[in-house]
């Protein structure tokens, strides 16, 4: 039962212009969102987080946005480089303040080409 | 440079073989994860523990999987029997409560 989804499996942007990769989730106890990224033959890298309690959040050319009532998310870069190029994954997890401790739902990831 | 390591980068194994992943995760993080890497299901969570105690092996199957932490710096992960469909890149993560987690470079096992 995925609980993060990321719909399109693959991305083709123009250098220069915005890329804009998707994610949806079906629990409404996350309340702390991740993006990935991953180069072929490594692990994934940390890109950006955010939390519940806000609905943007920035980092030089990427930025997030969380939309919790349609509980859907979004990455966007801009302006995109052909280095960006590597598969995106979403990630999410439930309250963090648990004594349970917390877990990293991942969706199936998009492949991000950025053409010269 | 404080990263998580992970050995064997590579393993080819014969099915009904024993397998073991090893991970070092970075010094101070309480929490480690397993995850498996498969082309139909992305990244599938296998265990994770806190503070060494293992808090969900759920997505593991039990019967020929073990995730275990010897220690702070050693998280194990066994297939016994290895069997073809355990072909994946397995990668372990650590991190702290609510914060990222950083991942290893994985190990890509294949069961011929």
């Known amino acids: 039962d995925q609980q993060v989804k990321q719909n399109s499996p693959s991305l083709s942007v123009q250098e220069g212009r915005i890329s804009i990769l998707n994610c949806d989730y079906t629990n409404s106890m996350f309340d702390y969102f991740l993006w990935y990224k991953k180069y072929p033959a490594e692990g994934p890298t940390f890109l950006i987080s955010i939390s519940s309690i806000k609905d943007k959040n920035e980092d030089g050319r990427f930025t997030v946005f969380l939309n919790k009532s349609a509980k859907h998310l979004s990455l966007h870069i801009v302006p995109s480089q052909p280095g960006d190029s590597a598969v995106y994954f979403c990630?999410?997890?439930?309250?963090?303040?648990?004594?349970?401790?917390?877990?990293?739902?991942f969706g199936k990831g998009t492949s991000l080409l950025v053409t010269p | 440079d404080a990263r998580v390591t992970q050995t064997p980068r590579h393993k080819v194994t014969e099915m009904g073989q024993e397998v073991t992943m090893r991970c070092q995760p970075i010094?101070?993080?309480?929490?480690v994860f397993w995850y498996r890497q498969t082309m139909m299901q992305g990244l599938e969570l296998l265990a994770y523990f806190r503070n060494r105690a293992p808090l969900d092996d759920s997505g593991m199957p039990k019967d020929r999987f073990s995730a275990e932490m010897p220690d702070a710096t050693l998280a194990t992960l066994k297939i016994q029997p290895s069997e073809p469909r355990d072909s994946a890149v397995y990668f372990c993560a650590s991190g702290i409560e609510n914060t990222e987690a950083f991942f290893g470079q994985g190990t890509r096992l294949t069961v011929v």
């Open positions: 010094l101070g993080h309480n929490t």
């Open positions: 990630a999410a997890s439930e309250s963090v303040f648990k004594n349970s401790g917390y877990a990293l739902n």
